[in-house]
Every structure is written in C-alpha cells, then in structure tokens.
C-alpha cells in the first residue's frame, strides 16, 4: 500500500488591531508576522515530497499556502470546504470580558455549546474536511498534500478522526499558528496524526489569531 500524507496547515499570523472575531469576514489579510510564518513553513516543507497544494479561499489561508505552492512549482488549489467555521459572532470581540458575551441580546446563542447554537456544528465542520482531506489524499496518493485552513476546522477534523467528542474546551486546542497538524495514510486508511509547531506555538485563547 501507497504511503500519503496529508498536512493540515493553520494560517499565519492576521492583521486584526482591533481583536474581533473575524471569521468568513473579508479583507483580513496575513500580518507583516504572519507572512514571515508563511515562508518560515515554506522553508521547513521544501524537502517534502509534495505534489498538491490546496487553500481554503480566505486570503489569509491562500497568502499561507502560496509560498510552498511557490516552492514545489505547483498550482495553487481552492477548496470551499476548508473555509473558516460560520459564527453568529462574527465582527464582534468575544474574548472574556469583552461586551458580545455579557449583552444578553447574544446569550439565546449561547444555549447549547455542545452542537454549538451560535455557529456552524461541529459534526459539519468534521465532515466538510474530511472530505476535502480525503479529496488532497487522492490526488497526492504516494506522496504528500498541503490543505491550509483555520483552527477550529482543523481541530474539529482532528478530534473527530481520534474519536473524540468535538465539543472541547477552546483554550486546550493544540493548533498553533502556522502549525501542521500531519495525517498519515497507508493506502486508504488513517494510521497516525502528528503535530509540530514550525514557528512555534502561540496562545490558542487569543482572539482572531
């Protein structure tokens, strides 16, 4: 059987000074930091045997993926399923303490964090990116793929291929900016799911990271 890895790239750093949950929003681009992220994960891949590069179509995940797409001279693939979860939230701060989350005129979103009542459920989340890992497999089947997407899609996904329940506590998600989150494939079937954090980690509990 064919060995195929599929790495679950998170964006770099975004240019948000006013700290809002961004979202699908439009016009959040990489920060100056973030783009130095961006080539620093370029850099760490360029010995990897890839040969499929996909991007969620937010320009923060497509400005992330297009420096290795750059690097192994492919093109540059979008796919809609590794977009950033929907959130009712949206262009609010949400962080604690901050007003979204104290107004009672949000808290009806807030009733079941468990599906969860104010965004996309979970369940969707992990069943949009497992298709679109499934999709990056095949068209890298004996090599690897790079699919760039955004936290809680990817830690949903993650969760969901190990098991787990995908309700979580946000601040104990292990999915740092810029960081790969690698599915290991023998022929068809999952055997492993590594991390590594080619920039280092950052806090997960920071709001439009």
Known sequence: MSRTVVHLLRHGEVHNPT???YG???GFKLSERG???ALTVAEHLADHDIVHVVASPLDRAQQTAAPIADSHRLELATDERLI????????????????????PQHWPKLVNPFRPSWGEP????AHRMFGAVQKARAAAEGHEAVC?????????????????????DPRRRECSLASLTSLIFEGEQLVRIAYSEPVGATDPR????
Request: hydrophobic share 40%; no cysteine.
């Open 24 to 26: 699908r929003l439009p």
């Open 148 to 168: 760039v997407s955004h936290q809680l899609p990817i830690w949903t996904v993650r969760r969901f291929l190990e098991g787990k329940r995908m309700w979580h």
């Open 122 to 125: 979970y369940l969707e989340i």
């Open 206 to 209: 920071v709001t439009g990271a």
């Open 84 to 103: 950033e979860a929907d959130n009712q939230f949206e262009g609010l701060k949400v962080a604690v303490g901050d007003g979204a989350l104290r107004s």
């Open 19 to 21: 700290g809002i949950l």
């Open 35 to 37: 783009q130095k992220q």
